[in-house]
């Protein structure tokens, strides 16, 4: 029998591991020190967990268009507080604060969503952004 349970928990612990490594901290990916606002178009919206992902295309200073990785929290945090892909949808314009990632490429973890146009909230943390 222990070798059973001893079997029953390792098997367990492997199927586990995967979910595990999925998950990051907030501070090993990304840097409060670095907000950001991105004012751009929906290029799509990832409804995935552990985290879901907005696709925002920006264009920088010099007018050239940057595609922007956005990270949020997971899909049932997010319906639960009102965003979802049935009020985002490609096309959209959005503006999204939030906090640049360390290692300086176009990806960002957000901490509020909004209409460019109304300004109508459609998400914010109730955090420093770190989710």
Same mark, same amino acid.
């Given at each position: 029998?222990?070798k059973?349970l001893?079997?029953s928990?390792t098997?367990? !612990?492997?199927? #586990? #591991?995967p979910? $595990?490594?999925?998950?990051?901290s907030f501070? &090993?990916?990304?840097?409060?020190?670095k907000?950001? =606002?991105?004012?751009?178009?929906v +290029?799509?919206?990832?409804?995935?967990?552990p985290? !879901?992902w907005?696709?925002?295309? $920006?264009?920088d200073a010099?007018? !050239?268009?940057q595609e922007? #990785?956005?990270e949020?929290?997971?899909v049932n945090a997010?319906?639960?507080?009102?965003l979802s892909?049935?009020? $985002? +949808?490609p096309g959209? +314009?959005l503006?999204?604060t939030?906090?640049? &990632?360390?290692?300086?490429? *176009? =990806?960002? *973890?957000g901490?509020s969503? +909004?209409? =460019?146009?109304?300004g109508e909230t459609?998400w #914010?943390?109730?955090?420093?952004g770190a989710?």
């Amino acid at each position: 029998m222990p070798k059973v349970l001893s079997l029953s928990a390792t098997l367990l !612990a492997l199927a #586990a #591991a995967p979910t $595990v490594s999925a998950h990051h901290s907030f501070s &090993a990916e990304f840097d409060v020190g670095k907000p950001v =606002t991105l004012v751009g178009s929906v +290029k799509s919206f990832e409804w995935t967990n552990p985290h !879901a992902w907005l696709h925002l295309e $920006v264009v920088d200073a010099q007018g !050239a268009p940057q595609e922007w #990785a956005v990270e949020f929290l997971g899909v049932n945090a997010l319906v639960r507080t009102g965003l979802s892909p049935k009020n $985002v +949808k490609p096309g959209d +314009k959005l503006t999204v604060t939030g906090y640049g &990632a360390r290692n300086g490429t *176009n =990806t960002a *973890n957000g901490s509020s969503v +909004k209409r =460019t146009e109304t300004g109508e909230t459609l998400w #914010a943390s109730s955090g420093t952004g770190a989710q």
